[in-house]
């Protein structure tokens, strides 16, 4: 049998995708192999097509029982004879599946890294016919990889313990071109095939929402999108339990999954989303490695990940099936800090102090590439595809940015200003103290740096902060201003030659138009179901749930009996013979025995009830719309109040306490305000601004999650912690204010006075 017939044979398909075909020809040549393929791509099968045609057994390391639970229900379903070796089985059947695999029963075996320690598994593999060790996920073998596992560093033991060395291969999504290097080193790959097929995945559809308001945005979104499986990543389990009851208070079917459930309410939420049962999960980044569900339709980040390599493997679960699929990152300032408040509580126990310093410092490079990501204007798709060394030409087309019509602004004069700033601050504080600064801030820190000195103080107060921000990534970018990589992400002058030499400084912002101004829609990307008539849709709807009553039959997850893309195909296609089914994509010879009578009787019953339906339509329909709305063109135009400030007889007036929580001092601070029509200062809003000054911090206190707790700077202004407990025994932490800390926030949104003129210089001048 030759590698495409057993591709056709057992998976239905007629042909490789593009570099599949080099790693299994690699692999039965008797070479070692490293392929970096996007999810999505069809990794598995470089791997599972050579097993087939090699003689012996092949070994798959995976480091997830439902990765390995997924793959091996999958190749039972095609006709293939597989089994995993994990903690969910008991001794009894480990023992039993090892004497067959032993016997040659298995063409593939999966098991965990921690197994191969294990001296029952090293006995079994000693005496076994191993033709090839396959390590999946293998940047987990890397120590600058994402998701480093100590337990991967025993895989080279095991292979040097074999009586023969067997051929080795290792496949990952999402490695850069040191964790490539790792990982060829590490395993000691001879001779290596390595595949880069590239990281694009057309399909998926890239945007950032700046957002505080994330609650609504997701319930409008699952509004927009009823019916379709999803996933909602959240930072801390915390916004995964408030998020999850907030969806399931709305009506919408939707379960949760992180570390802190039990084992068994784990495995039955990920089965309730798996089987479709729940289509939506929200979930911490300890879900989803492994889930091969096809039909992931979109993938929300309710906070911004701490790294590319962790966003891009989560968004890339979206649109397994290459249908398209949207990938939607919810962005605020606040990410960033809960971030960085993680990163701090991360363990690095086991290594020496230079090496977890290295590590750090790494993980802060990687949060500051997140964070420009969430800020940039440039094409999103280009931006990832660069960030793993690639180098696109063109922008997409087909992403949040490249959709949006940003206005691209001249900004030179302005930047001058925030270099001039940098300047004066001697290349020593981070973009708190700069946009404070540039904005004329009434803040104490300032006051003690004497930043009202400065020529550029004030010079921006105006400007919103979100253009701040902008301009500040685009500094970053053209090189003018450098941040450093420690945690304190401190700003310094860059190259500003061209500058001086009369170079402009272009900042692409959202449009400013009038109510009554609407922009131009634009067209979605094209998925094969907008071929599909109203009698199209309503044969796949038939279809879809034949195939949710054979998967309950048959205890399967759906996408395994047939994916979605089949489904469309078969609604497309409309065969009218019934073995004009075996050119249905992914309809193999198994497939075709087991379920391709069943689903031809449902296409043939409703062909002859509608004999002159027509199923779909070549090309398919334009539909002129934006592929995600924008939460503000939904909301009616209104005037614009400005944000809360008060004036100096406003502060003479404020009426101190001993002590205020939160939401007395915002009404404390409403009173005092003499502008009756001024924005109401936040909670929020004063935290973040504590946050950002390092006056206070997070804490995850026993049994009651992330709170806020004063750190000693807070301490020393005046800013307490006090421990609750609710009527309901519920403990509980309140953030106290002491008119230290009152005369404090109250000085923070004192407005200030009109700046000192003075001319902007750039360092140098």
Known sequence: MTPREALKRYFGYDSFRPGQEEIVSALLAGRDALAIMPTGAGKSLCYQVPALLLPGLTLVISPLISLMQDQVKGLNAAGIHAAFINSSLTETQIARALDLAAEGSYKLVYVAPERLESPVFRSFAAGADISMVTVDEAHCISQWGQDFRPSYLKILDFIDSLPRRPIVSAFTATATREVKDDIVCTLRLHDPKVLVTGFDRPNLYFQVERTRRKDDFVIQYLRDHPGESGIIYCATRKNVDKLQELLTKYGFAATKYHAGLSAEARRKNQNDFIYDTAPVIVATNAFGMGIDKSNVRFVLHYNMPQSMENYYQEAGRAGRDGLPSQCVLLFSAQDVIINKFLLDKKDFAEMDDEEADLLRQRDLQRLQTMERYCQTTECLRNYILAYFGEHPTAPCG??????????????????????NCVAELHGRYGKAILFGTLQGANRARLREL??????????????????????LAQLLEDGYL??????YAVLHIGDIAPLKAGGQVLVKLPPQREPEQARAPKPKRRSPMDALTSAGLELFSQLRQLRFDTAQREGLPPYVVFGDKSLVDMCLRAPRRAEDMLGIYGMGERKYEKYGAAFFAVIDAYRADHPDAVLSLDPPAPEPEKPLPSEKKKKPPKAERPAFYLTAEDARSFNYQDSYTGAELKAALIEAAGDPDVKAPTIKEIDEWLLAQRLI???RLPTKGFYYVPTPAGVDAGLRSEDKVSARGTPYSVLLFTPEAQRMVVEHFIKPEASPSGEAVTEGD
């Open 398 to 419: 087909n992403c949040g940015s490249c959709n949006n019509d940003f206005d691209e602004v001249d900004m030179t004069d302005a930047a001058k200003w925030m270099i």
């Open 450 to 471: 004497g930043a009202e000195r400065f020529k550029s103080y004030g010079r921006m107060k105006d400007t919103p902060r979100e253009t701040l921000e902008r301009l």
């Open 482 to 487: 450098v941040q450093s990589d420690d945690q």
């Open 697 to 699: 911090g997070m804490e």
